[in-house]
């Protein structure tokens, strides 16, 4: 299934706000919420890989990328 | 009853000292949805739920055994052979002067542990709705401990526990869909 | 006493293989019908045993209360312990 772990919006920006305003802010939609029930024989990971995926199961892989570079 | 295996599920790292960042994971260890938390709940909740599902329950909650060894041995590595000085730097002051070292099992800031965390409504929609929304709490809070982490190998533990609270969250969703079915009905009536 | 960079080597593909066999038992736990998984669960059960006996008899018993076999003295307790690791 096609679908992105991450949604966007636009929050209100007021000129009276006090600190600078984040114009996109964002949240994860992880894709456990996208399967109801995980059919059988879907891909997975190497053995080797696994555990450094955390997840045998690529479907349910969802990776967290660092906010820090974004400053 | 449970064995001891002598092993870590994940084989933890971190970087340097940092009691800053001990501070902030113990929210996992004695926090509202940490790792304790966890654990205990499902173990707990194994007691009242249909059959079907109980097996799933038992192995989740001794899954978050394992994850709070895991938190446990960073808190372990970041703060080992700090100095009352750094740990006072970190914020961690009031820590020392009750703790020194030790481990306690409260959250980030303070407050400890409570078992009016766990909620046993005895309803096992109730239940698994309210595991699904610690396994969601407990990704959240890992996203926020890594946005404030800056240590590549910590991270890497901490993204690993994030993936699991989303495994678990699935397989508690299919608990729910196995429960919904009709296929027992009869034998209840 | 420093541990020999084979006891890191050998934990981590014992870490490995027992990783998905805890993803695999709760998959199983909601899917108890699919029989190629069942089977790769028995297949890599016994691959976790066959490292574990290679683990344990360089570094000492993972289990004990019997789940391991011990040598003489009792080495069950002995250090390090994986959060010293």
Redo the contacts between chains.
């Keep these: 299934m096609e679908q992105t772990s991450i949604k966007y919006y636009h929050p209100y920006v007021s000129p009276f706000d006090p600190c600078p305003p984040k114009r996109i802010k964002y949240y994860?939609t992880?894709?456990?919420l996208y399967?109801?029930?995980?059919p059988?024989?879907t891909a997975q990971f190497p053995?080797?890989e696994?555990?450094?995926?955390?997840?045998?199961?690529k479907c349910?892989?969802?990776?967290?990328p660092?906010?820090?570079e974004e400053g | 009853m449970w064995l001891y295996e002598k092993k870590l599920q994940y084989p933890v790292k971190v970087s340097q000292c940092n009691p800053r960042l001990a501070k902030y994971l113990i929210e996992q260890y004695g926090g509202a949805d940490g790792e304790l938390s966890a654990a205990l709940r499902y173990l707990n909740q194994r007691y009242t739920i249909p059959d079907k599902v109980v097996g799933l329950l038992n192995d989740i909650g001794t899954e978050e055994f394992a994850h709070l060894e895991m938190i446990a041995t960073m808190i372990y590595k970041l703060t080992k052979d700090a100095t009352p000085e750094q740990l006072q730097q970190a914020g961690l002051g009031d820590y020392y002067v009750n703790h020194d070292q030790a481990l306690y099992y409260q959250n980030a800031a303070g407050s400890p542990w409570t078992a009016t965390y766990i909620q046993a409504k005895g309803d096992p929609i109730a239940d698994l709705y309210e595991d699904i929304a610690a396994e969601e709490k407990a990704r959240a809070t890992y996203q926020w401990i890594i946005d404030l982490s800056d240590d590549p190998f910590l991270n890497e533990s901490l993204k690993f526990l994030r993936e699991r609270e989303i495994v678990h969250a699935q397989r508690f969703h299919e608990a729910v869909e196995i429960l919904k079915e009709e296929r027992d009905r009869k034998k209840v009536f | 006493m420093e541990l020999p960079e084979s006891y890191y080597q050998l934990l981590e593909k014992i870490q490995q293989v027992d990783f998905v066999l805890v993803d695999l038992t709760l998959y199983l736990d909601t899917h108890p019908d699919d029989l190629e998984a069942v089977k790769q669960f028995n297949q890599l059960a016994y691959e976790s045993k066959q490292l574990k006996a290679q683990f344990e008899s360089q570094f000492g018993p993972l289990l004990q209360f019997g789940g391991s076999f011990s040598s003489y003295p009792w080495n069950w307790k002995d250090a390090p312990w994986p959060w010293q690791v």
């Design positions: 994860s992880p894709p456990n399967i109801r029930f995980q059988m024989n053995i080797e696994a555990l450094y995926r955390g997840t045998l199961w349910l892989y969802d990776p967290y660092p906010k820090r």
